[in-house]
């Protein structure tokens, strides 16, 4: 009996798939162009990974569902190749317009920094960003285009010019790294911002700073009974630690009215280990913020994020102890706590409580321990200084904040701290407005992200003489060693000035003059302190390199 089979069905070759991926293509196009080159997608970056990712699956499923004419492998084909002709012809669309078409076409700087802000990242994987752009600009000059919409300005007046009087640019979107929580510092609306800055502002009145600074000075006075015992056992004082230690746990103090006891257990805390840990994804992450939004949403299971989830529930935690305790303790979330409970707010508050709680450690921790590691290592450098800062503390009372802020060589030796090492080397992203705005004679169109890193800045020869050199005397007595003052904005200006700088400086005053005034000190034998400053890195905050000094008693 003769047999009659039917033939298999033939796959249909690629050629039959052109119609589609032309048209895919032809949507692609049209979807970057009338849809992704408007607004910010930052925050739906975690969607449309997702919606990418999974767009091959469902289309395979759909056509099993719609077709029975075809294999599954000629439908999986089918499903791969359409979903990655639409990737293609989306990716292209972005780089040809990014390239050849764009408004800030006509600002130099590197081709593939033109396509993506990956190409940042790749170059930042090392968190040395303060260095990139420093070499970019040596490039390229003060006008860079580091990002698709981004521009890097060197020139002075940059600085001036992105927060200073009547200036019309808003925070960029990298600010909206903390969501769901927010603080003062990460938020974007202006008069919001100038809402919760009058608040902030209660927290640290006249009345209340005195109050701070003796707390201070009480730690402080703690960290020079530690620094003798290791000094009369003839020990090395990791001085690096120790500036942390003192400056987080005078911090927690401050925010929420509980020290992290780090000083007084000779140990660092578990969170603020954790804190450090996911504050080096800003390093890399801090010029993509889409990243870290991908990041935070899809690889929870990263060490990096566990560490700042498990930071920021630590951080709310503590706010819902504040509220519930509702004391009238003097630290800042006491007063930000009993604005929401005057105005009924409490629950909808808490996001921004948590917020709150996170950006006043980070801000007021991290800059004051930085800045007090730099500053001993540039004493240790130039022992010089040491004689001439004991001079002037001759017949003064250490422990009177307002006679330390009438010293000339102290302000100096800070002042040319905070210079040569800026607490914020290149952080402090901005938007144009829509009408652009105009810097140094350079129009720059609207919405366009700007920086002006100060690292750069900071050490410009336009700006200041022997610009590399620390010579404090610039602050002072040698006026003419400081070419453009504009430049040196350490605490920022206007809206967004640092609302605890004079927290901090008193703060980096009494701890130099506590250890000035007691010890003598240098480096370790066979280290010269180089690596506080070769191993730094860009954390958004300077993280600077380890520091061991060998501290003795004066007689």
């Not at 999974?54 to 294999?71: D, G, K, N, R, Y």
């Not at 994804?281 to 498990?310: E, M, R, Y």
């Not at 402090?428 to 004679?441: C, F, H, K, L, N």
Request: proline letters at 5%.
């Amino acid at each position: 009996m003769n047999v009659t089979t039917q033939p298999y069905s033939q796959d249909p070759p690629i050629t039959d798939l052109s119609p589609r991926l032309a048209t895919v293509s032809v949507l692609a196009i049209a979807v970057h162009h009338f849809i992704f080159r408007k607004g910010e997608w930052h925050l739906q970056a975690p969607h449309i990974f997702a919606i990418w990712a999974l767009s091959a699956p469902i289309l395979f499923v759909t056509e099993t569902l719609l077709s029975s004419s075809q294999s599954w492998r000629a439908l999986a084909r089918n499903a791969v190749l359409t979903t990655s002709c639409f990737t293609i012809a989306t990716l292209s669309s972005i780089a040809v317009y990014r390239l050849f078409f764009h408004r800030l076409g006509d600002f130099p700087g590197p081709a593939l920094a033109r396509v993506s802000k990956l190409w940042h990242t790749v170059q930042c994987q090392d968190s040395r960003n303060h260095l990139v752009l420093d070499k970019l600009h040596q490039q390229y000059g003060d006008f860079v285009r580091t990002g698709p919409n981004e521009i890097t300005i060197f020139d002075p007046e940059g600085l001036q010019r992105l927060d200073g009087p009547g200036n019309k640019n808003t925070k960029s979107v990298f600010y909206d790294f903390l969501l769901p929580n927010v603080g003062i510092e990460t938020i974007r609306d202006k008069a919001w911002h100038d809402e919760r800055r009058r608040i902030w502002t209660k927290a640290f009145s006249t009345r209340t700073l005195p109050l701070y600074e003796q707390k201070m000075a009480d730690h402080a006075h703690n960290l020079v009974k530690i620094i003798g015992k290791y000094a009369d056992e003839g020990k090395v004082v990791p001085f690096s630690s120790f500036a942390y230690w003192f400056s987080f746990d005078v911090m927690g103090l401050f925010a929420l009215n509980k020290s992290f006891g780090m000083m007084r257990n000779g140990q660092w805390h578990e969170m603020i280990t954790r804190l450090r840990g996911a504050i080096a994804l800003l390093g890399p992450c801090s010029s993509v913020p889409w990243l870290g939004q991908i990041a935070f949403k899809f690889f929870k299971f990263h060490p990096t994020v566990q560490d700042w989830n498990i930071w920021s529930k630590w951080c709310q935690a503590q706010i819902e102890e504040q509220i519930q305790k509702h004391d009238e303790s003097t630290c800042i979330s006491s007063y930000l706590i009993a604005e929401s409970i005057d105005k009924g707010t409490v629950e909808q508050d808490r996001p921004l409580l948590t917020g709150e709680a996170v950006t006043a450690i980070i801000a007021g921790s991290d800059t004051v321990a930085l800045t007090t590691i730099f500053l001993f290592y540039e004493l240790a450098s130039h022992p010089e200084h040491l004689g001439r800062l004991r001079q002037e503390l001759n017949g003064i009372d250490v422990d009177d904040h307002r006679e330390l802020e009438k010293l000339p060589h102290l302000n100096g030796v800070i002042n040319e701290t905070m210079r040569l090492h800026p607490a914020l080397p290149t952080a402090g992203y901005r938007d144009s407005p829509e009408e652009g705005v105009t810097i140094a004679g350079r129009y720059i169109p609207g919405n366009t992200t700007l920086v002006a890193p100060r690292y750069t800045i900071f050490r410009s020869e336009r700006c200041y003489e022997k610009p590399n050199d620390f010579i404090p005397e610039r602050w002072y007595s040698q006026p003419e060693l400081v070419k453009d003052s504009r430049s040196f904005l350490p605490f920022a200006q206007g809206r967004y000035t640092c609302i605890g700088k004079a927290l901090a400086l008193s703060e980096l005053r009494t701890i130099t003059t506590l250890l000035v005034s007691n010890f003598d000190f240098g480096f370790k034998e066979g280290d010269d302190g180089s690596g506080v400053v070769r191993d730094a890195r860009d954390h958004f905050t300077t993280c600077p390199g380890s520091l061991e000094l060998v501290f003795s008693r004066r007689e």
